[in-house]
């Protein structure tokens, strides 16, 4: 088992910047991959980034590449999501998650957090 904790939503306008953070506890933090993932009203969940356990594979949507950063601290048991240049179609709870071995797709991952409300105001 694995408990996620997000932190770092708010409202925001647009141009501006969030970080993310999840606490991750209840496993070898460096052995599981971790993600996240949003998801609009009205809108499947869907993948945002990703980065492997050894932070060598992180991987993003193309609606976010070159605008948000993934980074995670092994000593910490944390994974932060860094988010620039923020649009108004950004806006959507984000979760955090995590998995075994490396993928990004929703389905494969095993346990998630709470969310946390992003909303980017025009």
């Known amino acids: 088992q694995v408990q996620l904790v997000e932190s770092g939503g708010g409202l925001v306008q647009a141009g501006a910047s969030l970080r993310l953070s999840c606490a991750a506890s209840?496993?070898?933090?460096?052995?599981?991959?971790m993600g996240w993932f949003r998801q609009a009203p009205g809108k499947e969940r869907e993948f945002v980034a990703a980065i492997s356990r050894g932070s060598a594979l992180p991987s993003y949507a193309d609606s976010v590449k070159g605008r948000f950063a993934i980074s995670r601290d092994n000593a910490k048991n944390t994974v932060r999501l860094q988010m620039n240049s923020l649009k108004p179609e950004d806006t959507a709870v984000y979760y955090c998650?995590?998995?075994?071995?490396?993928?990004?797709?929703?389905?494969?991952?095993?346990?998630w957090g709470q969310g946390t409300q992003v909303t980017v105001s025009s």
């Open positions: 209840g496993r070898t933090f460096s052995s599981i991959t």
């Open positions: 998650a995590a998995r075994g071995s490396y993928s990004t797709n929703v389905y494969d991952y095993d346990w």
